[in-house]
């Protein structure tokens, strides 16, 4: 439990009801018990005081899609330097992926996770469940006894399931336990040895492509499927034009479909992977230029929900390789907020979109009480000022990984303090 805490003077950006004003906010406890718009607000005694100078006040991200080392490769992240990475990018709760050794498709595993968590992470850890053992893509797990233990969605992480048998079987349960389904949609045998987006560029790299339909033949089976077993079912990624357009055309259908995009999609394209540099290889791989734009467009009009960071920590040993051998993933929990807001700068996106993105939408998809400035709700806040200029320094980085895609980018806008339950867990020091 925290003491009493009073911000004032803050630009307070809520989502979830659409404010954008000048306010003040009282915290007790670690709970939102009074907001104040253009009013006075009374100031118990003995509260502590947070001028915020006129920076924006918003709720704490929410990131849908957080890979760590811990358990089993604690060398590339543990949960404690994922927390502190999370704390300095604004990310006051984020949803572990099962891809760990051993997997989390076990309920005792999960309980660990949540009290290792607590005893070692600045944030809020929420793991999730593996849809099959040991991500296999052949058997279930046992869904009642993930959810019970504290698992907030299920989820194969990186890995996609491609039996469509598996998958109703799968979705049905998950319906039944009212767990959101969340999965990676691929192809394998259309993505093959492919390493990057199929294209005219990889052709001039004499890379291997991955093509658009390994993604969406795929998601136009989910999309049936979900409608079929009505499960809360979630895209986890979503990267081209194609998949904006079946996922916009499932929703007229499906209340329950939603969508998610990395960030790397939306402040990248495939030719920032200039001369083979193998931080810019992901999965989903980067596309082109029209494909990013149709992102954004997915996420004004509402067909893309979520934005995430994609966190996917990797020794240099397997990045610093010829661009084809390389492992793919990159870090992104410290860059999230500060890389969403080139979309808010150059005037593709309103603030109050990419925030509903990252916060009300995650929020409302994994049923969290978070994610919203609101009287009852967590008090996991940020301050950050929308117009900070910063460089990304390798030295900085707090993660235990180095392969951030946004590596030396000059980034405007800064999380200048992070609180989760009224406590504050990080503040920037210039």
């Given at each position: 439990?925290?003491?009493?805490?009073?911000?004032?003077?803050?630009?307070?950006?809520?989502?979830?009801?659409?404010?954008?004003?000048?306010?003040?906010?009282?915290i007790?406890?670690?709970?939102?018990?009074?907001?104040?718009?253009?009013?006075?607000?009374?100031?118990?005694?003995?509260?502590?005081?947070?001028?915020?100078?006129?920076?924006?006040?918003?709720?704490?991200?929410?990131?849908?899609?957080?890979?760590?080392?811990?358990?089993g490769?604690?060398?590339r992240e543990?949960?404690?330097?994922?927390?502190?990475?999370?704390?300095?990018?604004?990310?006051?709760?984020?949803?572990?992926?099962?891809?760990?050794?051993?997997v989390?498709?076990d309920?005792?595993?999960?309980?660990?996770?949540?009290?290792?968590?607590?005893?070692?992470?600045?944030?809020?850890?929420?793991?999730?469940?593996?849809?099959?053992?040991?991500?296999?893509?052949?058997?279930?797990?046992?869904?009642?006894?993930?959810?019970?233990?504290?698992?907030?969605?299920?989820?194969?992480?990186?890995?996609?399931?491609?039996?469509?048998?598996?998958?109703?079987?799968?979705?049905?349960?998950?319906?039944?336990?009212?767990?959101?389904?969340v999965?990676?949609?691929?192809?394998?045998?259309?993505?093959?040895?492919?390493?990057?987006?199929?294209?005219?560029?990889?052709?001039?790299?004499?890379?291997?492509?991955?093509?658009?339909?390994?993604?969406t033949?795929?998601?136009?089976?989910?999309?049936?499927?979900?409608?079929l077993?009505?499960?809360?079912?979630?895209?986890?990624q979503?990267?081209?034009?194609?998949?904006?357009?079946?996922?916009?055309?499932?929703?007229?259908?499906?209340?329950?479909?939603?969508?998610?995009?990395?960030?790397?999609?939306?402040?990248?394209?495939?030719?920032?992977?200039?001369?083979?540099?193998?931080?810019?290889?992901?999965?989903?791989?980067?596309?082109?230029?029209?494909?990013?734009?149709?992102?954004?467009?997915?996420?004004?009009?509402?067909?893309?929900?979520?934005?995430?960071?994609?966190?996917?920590?990797?020794?240099?040993?397997v990045?610093?390789?010829?661009?084809?051998?390389?492992?793919?993933?990159?870090?992104g929990?410290?860059?999230?907020?500060?890389?969403?807001?080139?979309?808010?700068?150059?005037?593709?996106?309103?603030?109050?979109?990419?925030?509903?993105?990252?916060?009300?939408?995650?929020?409302?998809?994994?049923?969290?009480?978070?994610?919203?400035?609101?009287?009852?709700?967590?008090?996991?806040?940020?301050?950050?000022?929308?117009?900070?200029?910063?460089?990304?320094?390798e030295?900085?980085?707090?993660?235990?990984?180095?392969?951030?895609?946004?590596?030396?980018?000059?980034?405007?806008?800064?999380?200048?303090?992070?609180?989760?339950?009224?406590?504050?867990?990080?503040?920037?020091?210039?």
């Amino acid at each position: 439990m925290t003491q009493t805490v009073l911000i004032k003077n803050a630009r307070i950006v809520d989502p979830a009801s659409g404010t954008d004003d000048q306010g003040a906010v009282l915290i007790d406890n670690g709970i939102i018990v009074d907001i104040a718009i253009g009013k006075p607000i009374s100031l118990p005694e003995g509260a502590e005081v947070i001028n915020a100078h006129g920076l924006v006040l918003a709720p704490g991200l929410i990131d849908m899609r957080v890979f760590t080392g811990e358990p089993g490769k604690e060398y590339r992240e543990t949960l404690q330097s994922a927390g502190d990475a999370a704390a300095a990018g604004g990310v006051t709760s984020f949803v572990m992926m099962p891809d760990t050794t051993p997997v989390v498709d076990d309920g005792a595993l999960v309980d660990f996770l949540i009290r290792r968590a607590k005893a070692t992470a600045k944030v809020n850890v929420l793991p999730a469940g593996a849809i099959t053992k040991s991500l296999n893509g052949k058997e279930m797990t046992e869904y009642g006894l993930l959810k019970e233990a504290g698992a907030v969605c299920l989820t194969d992480g990186r890995h996609s399931i491609q039996s469509s048998a598996m998958l109703r079987t799968a979705m049905g349960y998950a319906a039944n336990f009212g767990l959101t389904f969340v999965h990676h949609v691929s192809d394998n045998d259309l993505s093959g040895d492919g390493v990057m987006n199929e294209g005219l560029f990889a052709t001039i790299l004499g890379l291997k492509g991955i093509p658009r339909e390994a993604e969406t033949i795929p998601l136009a089976r989910d999309l049936q499927l979900a409608a079929l077993t009505g499960v809360n079912y979630h895209a986890a990624q979503t990267s081209c034009a194609a998949s904006v357009e079946l996922v916009a055309a499932a929703k007229n259908r499906n209340k329950t479909v939603t969508a998610g995009v990395s960030i790397n999609n939306l402040a990248l394209n495939e030719n920032d992977i200039g001369r083979y540099r193998t931080f810019f290889k992901l999965s989903t791989p980067l596309r082109s230029e029209d494909d990013r734009q149709a992102m954004i467009e997915g996420l004004r009009s509402g067909t893309i929900d979520t934005i995430h960071s994609d966190h996917d920590p990797q020794d240099n040993e397997v990045k610093r390789r010829p661009f084809a051998e390389a492992s793919d993933g990159a870090i992104g929990l410290e860059t999230l907020l500060a890389a969403a807001l080139r979309l808010v700068h150059s005037g593709d996106l309103a603030l109050l979109t990419v925030l509903r993105a990252m916060t009300s939408r995650p929020a409302d998809i994994l049923g969290l009480p978070a994610g919203r400035i609101a009287v009852g709700a967590p008090a996991d806040l940020i301050l950050f000022d929308l117009n900070y200029p910063w460089h990304v320094s390798e030295q900085q980085i707090r993660s235990r990984s180095r392969n951030t895609s946004f590596e030396s980018a000059r980034l405007t806008g800064k999380v200048m303090r992070t609180i989760v339950g009224g406590a504050t867990v990080y503040t920037h020091a210039d």
